[in-house]
């Protein structure tokens, strides 16, 4: 039995237009202490599949599929359940620029309070606090201090921290380095590779490919709302199948060959209404008449791809 099992997802967001498939029959599994980089372009549904995982949807509803933590139907629970004994405690989340979320009117220590009060935490506070702050990395002296006087990586590491306050298992970063500057985002990969060794499972949704060879041992690539291929790391940088993937890896500059990047022409289809066939149609280089039906899922040795090159 796998730690996270993620079965045929399908969540919607209802609006005035009609109905957006933001994730579309997703599957994938993680064994413990494994991590998964979901990668691909704005708008697939990567923070749509994080917030499903972590029943913080807002305005959208998983309307079928499931997500099995530890064999348990996170989906399935009641709301109590899953605040008193899931969310923070042993699943968190990152969430997308949530280094501009902390409350510019209280100190980070007072923030750090709070949360460790509203889930009822019954050991010493301070100790708490001391031991998740010098795990980031930052000095106790950043408690005394309100946000705006805090560099854009300190309050990172700082909304890190309290994703891990409780000590959850797996965390889910959403586009964790984004905004930062390079040097920055090297700092926060690598806090984030010392978790991952500490024993922590990550789920790192980011359109950079490259971020995620450094952390994670599966990987999702996805588009148009379905994961399109799903496997090993190293099988998928090495070889991958998926035109969309060879596409995406195409686009990162190398140092160290002399070839220039490429970039995938077109643009991704709208969720409002898919097409029925292949979603990558479109755009894909190698399209074939029975693309614009159906899209397959073959498997892999690791995985799989939906692709019909591979039937
Ligand atoms: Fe291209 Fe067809 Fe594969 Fe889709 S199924 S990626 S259109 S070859």
Redesign the pocket.
């Known amino acids: 039995m796998s730690y996270i099992s993620v079965n045929d997802l399908k969540t919607q967001y209802k609006t005035q237009t009609g109905i957006v498939h933001a994730v579309d029959g997703v599957s994938f599994f993680l064994e413990k202490g494994e991590s998964i980089g979901i990668a691909g372009e704005s708008a697939c549904g990567k923070s749509t599949l994080g917030l499903s995982l972590m029943r913080a949807l807002q305005g959208g509803i998983v309307v079928s599929g499931d997500i099995l933590l530890d064999g348990k139907s996170i989906i399935k629970m009641s709301e109590s359940e899953f605040t008193k004994n899931y969310r923070w405690k042993e699943i968190s989340m990152v969430f997308q620029g949530a280094m501009n979320s902390l409350d510019p009117v209280f100190t980070v220590e007072h923030q750090f309070h709070e949360i460790l009060k509203q889930h009822n935490y019954t050991g010493d506070f301070d100790k708490r606090i001391a031991e998740i702050i010098t795990s980031v990395g930052l000095n106790n002296s950043v408690l005394k201090k309100f946000p705006h006087e805090l560099s854009g990586g300190m309050k990172q590491r700082i909304v890190i921290a309290m994703a891990l306050l409780l000590n959850p298992k797996f965390v889910i970063a959403d586009e964790p380095t984004t905004a930062l500057d390079v040097l920055v985002q090297a700092q926060v990969i690598s806090l984030l590779k010392k978790l991952k060794k500490e024993g922590l499972s990550i789920m790192l949704i980011t359109h950079d490919l490259a971020i995620i060879s450094e952390i994670a041992e599966k990987i999702g690539v996805m588009y148009g709302g379905k994961m ?1 291929e799903f496997g090993s790391s190293s099988e998928i940088y090495k070889d991958p199948k ?3 993937t060879q596409g995406l890896l195409q686009s990162i500059p190398s140092l160290k060959e002399n070839k220039k990047p490429q970039y995938i022409r077109g643009n991704p289809p709208t969720l409002l209404n898919p097409p029925q066939g ?1 979603r ?2 479109d755009r ?1 280089p ?3 008449e029975k ?1 614009k039906k159906d ?2 899922k073959i498997k892999t040795d690791s995985g799989y791809v ?4 591979y039937e």
Not at 306 to 309: E, G, P, S, T
């Open positions: 399109i998926h035109p969309y292949c990558f149609y894909c190698h399209a074939m693309c899209p397959p939906q692709c019909w090159l």
